[in-house]
């Protein structure tokens, strides 16, 4: 069977419409149609099946589009010993991310990386969009997730975890809790609170505060920016739940952090591949540029 058509059935089953394939390979949907035709001819089996106006994979299809993926990895490995032996990760990565993690750790990545290799980068809200599904259009995809909450679980992606943001309770200065070692539930009811829009995974952090407190909060502002909702807290507008590596925090005099008690209040931030994308060279010098930086601010927040 020919490599280049496995890999068309293999983003019919990622991308789920021929329309989808076209546009991401650059052809007409009728020429991925025929291609897909000639790959059931090669392999002797139905692949696809009408389903409305559209295709969809048969179980033989999706099981031919899981071995393309294990060719696909295959061919990336072998590319990938042959840049090993060249000693020299070069050509170009393109990566997305949200926004407080691209402010947080890409400077310090591309500032680590050679002149021949190019990271192209480029943010998504990541609220709004499902960012596991990035990794058809991107090598790299940092997407992150409240514990217990994986997006990713059962795609079948390479996952490099990153690390483990804690959120805490950020208070305008001279605030009466801002001496407190740290502040449970119960310390937070009667606060007025600046929130995130509903649905946003942080909501699920202040719904479990409520819970353990046993009442309602006060949700003086809702909004999806972070940056907007420490500007509201650092003009004394309400208290909010802030990522403690990317907050205002670390500029004394603009935000107090506290460590939130009593309930689990914590981001996982991770880079997503496919899996034959995550064996080229570059890619991985670009995956451990990541892992590098995030230790190194992980360790500047810890140290004394």
């Known amino acids: 069977m020919d490599v280049q058509r496995l890999e068309l059935l293999r983003e019919l089953a990622d991308r789920g419409s021929v329309t989808a394939v076209a546009l991401a390979t650059h052809r007409t949907p009728s020429a991925v149609s025929q291609q897909l035709k000639v790959l059931e001819r090669e392999a002797g089996l139905p692949l696809t099946q009408r389903q409305g106006r559209g295709l969809v994979l048969t179980d033989a299809g999706r099981a031919l589009a899981r071995s393309a993926t294990d060719v696909a990895v295959s061919l990336a490995k072998a590319t990938a010993l042959w840049d090993e032996f060249r000693n020299h990760a070069s050509g170009e990565v393109s990566l997305v991310t949200f926004p407080t993690a691209g402010q947080m750790l890409l400077p310090g990545v591309i500032k680590q990386l050679g002149a021949d290799l190019v990271l192209n980068c480029a943010d998504e809200d990541p609220e709004l969009s499902d960012f596991p599904a990035f990794t058809a259009e991107y090598d790299i995809v940092l997407a992150h997730s409240m514990s217990g909450q994986l997006s990713w679980a059962g795609r079948g992606l390479s996952v490099v975890p990153l690390m483990t943001e804690p959120l805490d309770v950020g208070l305008p200065v001279g605030h009466p809790l801002a001496d407190r070692a740290w502040v449970g539930p119960r310390d937070l009811v009667g606060e007025t609170w600046i929130g995130v829009t509903d649905g946003y995974p942080f909501e699920r952090i202040l719904h479990a505060i409520e819970q353990e407190a046993g009442s309602r909060l ?49 981001r996982q931030i991770v880079a997503l591949m496919r899996p034959d994308r995550a064996e080229r060279l570059a890619v991985r010098t670009v995956v451990e540029a990541l892992r590098a930086e995030a230790a190194r601010v992980q360790q500047a927040h810890t140290a004394p």
Do not use: N, W
């Open 218 to 266: 006060s949700m003086s502002q809702r909004f999806a920016d972070l940056a907007l909702i420490e500007s509201f807290v650092i003009a004394g507008l309400g208290i909010a739940l802030v990522p403690r590596y990317t907050s205002g925090g670390g500029q004394p005099g603009r935000v107090v952090l506290k460590p939130l008690r009593g309930v689990e209040s914590e």
